[in-house]
């Protein structure tokens, strides 16, 4: 009897140590985690901050390399990817050079070019990654375009599925806004008091299936183009606008396509058939 009662006692010894082993080694496992954690926010700051001092920098080429850093910090670092991406929005939130003229000093001129190919740059990495073709997809992040300045607005095939992408008091230089292909299947797209001098705001063949689409209190000297667009969810709210010299284009007879708000009294809405526009 006595050997049985010595066989459980050595078992029951064996399990404890056992267990203590897997203890000791599960810790020694988080240590070693929270080490590489360490070690790659240790990395990731000191990138961040080369890069940050390089976007300060006088010299545009210095300038440059430190926006592709940034982009690629984002693309390596997914739990940074979102500050990563504000900083480069917040880029081309930076105050904008005034507009030069024939009057305006060559010193002058040279700032708002070298300025404008700054925000090319930026704005040509920003929707690389919102389009399919993209390694790394930054389509469901969140953007701050808040009074940005676009040389250019060429948002074509990009892809917003997520989050809130503001365009609120942006400007578009050249008075054209283009977003042909583009695909809106969730979150917020707020193009609200956004101005534009003339040209085109064009969604040819764009596609609406979720989220939502604002215009409020913009203005639009031009044509809005819907043709080939496509609305099989979602929202497109143009109700609350402050001017809009033309009609919207949309294909057939032109009425006002589901999920598209128009301002009350609109010829597309008051030929719709259907239920009223929202007011404003």
Request: charged fraction near 20%; proline fraction near 5%.
């Amino acid at each position: 009897m006595q050997l049985i009662f010595d066989a459980v006692a050595a078992a029951a010894a064996l399990v404890a140590l056992i267990v203590a082993y897997w203890r000791v080694s599960q810790a020694i496992a988080a240590l070693d985690r929270i080490k590489a954690q360490l070690g790659e926010t240790r990395v990731f700051n000191e990138r961040f901050r080369a890069a940050g001092t390089q976007i300060g920098d006088e010299r545009a080429a210095i300038r440059l390399a430190g926006v592709g850093a940034i982009a690629e910090l984002a693309d390596d670092w997914p739990e940074y990817r979102q500050a990563c991406v504000a900083v480069l929005c917040s880029y081309l939130r930076v105050p904008n050079s005034p507009d030069t003229g024939p009057g305006t000093p060559l010193e002058e001129r040279l700032k708002a070019d070298s300025a404008r190919v700054d925000r090319c740059a930026v704005l040509e990495i920003i929707i690389a990654h919102l389009r399919p073709s993209a390694e790394v997809s930054w389509r469901s992040l969140d953007f701050d375009f808040t009074g940005a300045m676009f040389d250019g607005g060429d948002f074509s095939g990009a892809e917003f599925s997520g989050g809130e992408v503001s365009f609120m008091l942006a400007k578009f230089s050249d008075g054209q806004a283009s977003f042909n292909g583009a695909k809106f299947s969730g979150g917020l797209v707020d193009f609200g008091r956004t101005r534009l001098s003339g040209g085109v705001v064009d969604f040819f063949a764009a596609e609406f299936s979720g989220g939502v689409v604002s215009f409020g209190d913009a203005t639009f000297a031009g044509q809005v183009s819907f043709l080939l667009a496509k609305f099989s969810g979602g929202e497109v709210d143009f109700s609350r606008i402050a001017d809009w010299p033309h009609q919207p284009q949309f294909d057939g007879d032109g009425r006002q396509p589901p999920g598209v708000l128009l301002p009350s009294g609109s010829d597309a809405a008051k030929g719709s058939g259907g239920p009223p526009s929202a007011e404003s």
